[in-house]
């Protein structure tokens, strides 16, 4: 696989050692630089600071022009002067002394000390968009989960692939099944119900399909600094027939696959216009109580089109007009609208239609 990177990247080195900076400092600091919109250290900072009273009612945190003040049970604890820049470490030093004049007042805030960060960081979230979220574990907000996400079998002269997830053993698997099943002439992609997963396991699986051209774009949050990946598989590209079936719940990483068979003209995609979660996310550890993923980027098609919000359209659309679709007034729409059809055998059907009548 090949990445072109347009734009050089800068890297910036710090001399403090790690165990001399505060976690909420590399919170604050990492969440504001990864973030792809604008946001202020001391909004974030603000924000968690009045997540104290998610773990005792009795706390607050009242903000002014000019200070941070906490209470406890109407009563003022500690007054602090807000820093005079919005730098992450002055902000983090704001925190824990509040943090610290709390806990001596609270007993609650006593017992919860092991997962203060966890619950007060949430409160950042409201700052930032939709997709930024905060999962329990790094395997949670990676979608890598112990049940089975691949399932493949052969179907008279078809292999039949079904994917529930993108994860890293997403391309192992499917690599298998193809080789397995040589004899097969045509292949269908399930990725109806997919929630994503792994952006690099998605390219590299549309690198399985693809000898050139462009997979993906990713745009990150400096301005114009954009990462195209293209497609460059060492192994002889599979060129067997391709069908790729989505829905509404099609989603993030399987949307760039499908994105990127479908203007590469490798594929026929089937079904319904897919979710729009075209958003990267950068996994920011909460010092060992929890992740935030912070959207940090957007990907886009091989032409460029958005993904974010808008999806990919089908080449054929099954959505469900009057509950009772019928593959003879199945056709290209300009717009298709999202549903959830991974239990619907009308994108089977298709497949074998336009097999017989290509």
Same mark, same amino acid.
């Given at each position: 696989m090949k990445k072109i990177f347009l734009l050089l990247f800068c890297f910036f080195c710090s001399v403090a050692r790690a165990e001399d900076v505060s976690p909420w400092q590399k919170i604050y600091a990492e969440v504001r630089d990864a973030y792809v919109g604008d946001v202020k250290i001391a909004d974030l900072a603000v924000a968690t600071l009045k997540g104290l009273k998610k773990i005792d009612k009795n706390l607050t945190v009242a903000n002014d022009n000019k200070r941070i003040s906490l209470y406890y049970k109407g009563r003022v604890v500690k007054v602090i002067s807000?820093?005079?820049?919005?730098?992450? !470490?002055?902000?983090?030093? +704001?925190?824990?002394? +509040?943090?610290?004049a709390a806990e001596e007042k609270s007993a609650q805030l006593q017992k919860q000390n092991f997962e203060v960060?966890?619950?007060?960081a949430q409160e950042m979230l409201p700052l930032l968009d939709d997709d930024s979220k905060f999962f329990e574990s790094f395997d949670e907000a990676q979608n890598i989960k112990n049940?089975?996400?691949?399932a493949a079998r052969k179907e008279n002269d078809m292999l039949y692939v079904k994917m529930a997830s993108i994860n890293k053993q997403s391309k192992t698997e499917l690599k298998k099944a193809l080789s397995e099943n040589g004899e097969a002439q045509s292949i269908i992609l399930d990725l109806r119900g997919c929630v994503g997963g792994m952006f690099g396991e998605a390219i590299e699986i549309a690198d399985m399909f693809l000898d050139e051209g462009i997979i993906a774009v990713t745009k990150e949050k400096i301005k114009d600094e954009e990462t195209y990946y293209v497609a460059g598989n060492e192994e002889k590209a599979d060129e067997r027939e391709l069908f790729v079936l989505v829905d509404g719940d099609t989603a993030s990483a399987a949307e760039v696959l499908s994105a990127a068979l479908k203007e590469q003209s490798r594929a026929k995609i089937i079904g319904t216009n897919t979710t729009g979660k075209g958003s990267m996310q950068?996994?920011?550890?909460?010092? !060992?109580?929890? +992740?935030?993923? +912070?959207?940090? !980027?957007?990907f886009m098609s091989p032409s460029?089109?958005?993904?974010?919000?808008k999806g990919v359209i089908p080449d054929i659309c099954t959505f469900a007009q009057n509950g009772t679709p019928d593959v003879k007034l199945l056709s290209q729409k300009a717009v298709c609208p999202k549903e959830s059809r991974e239990n619907s055998e009308i994108e089977l059907m298709i497949v074998k239609e336009l097999r017989q009548n290509p």
């Open positions: 807000k820093p005079e820049n919005d730098n992450a !470490g002055e902000w983090a030093e +704001v925190t824990e002394d +509040v943090m610290a960060i966890a619950i007060t049940h089975r996400q691949f950068k996994l920011i550890n909460l010092d !060992g109580q929890g +992740v935030l993923a +912070v959207t940090s !980027g957007y460029g089109a958005e993904l974010n919000k």
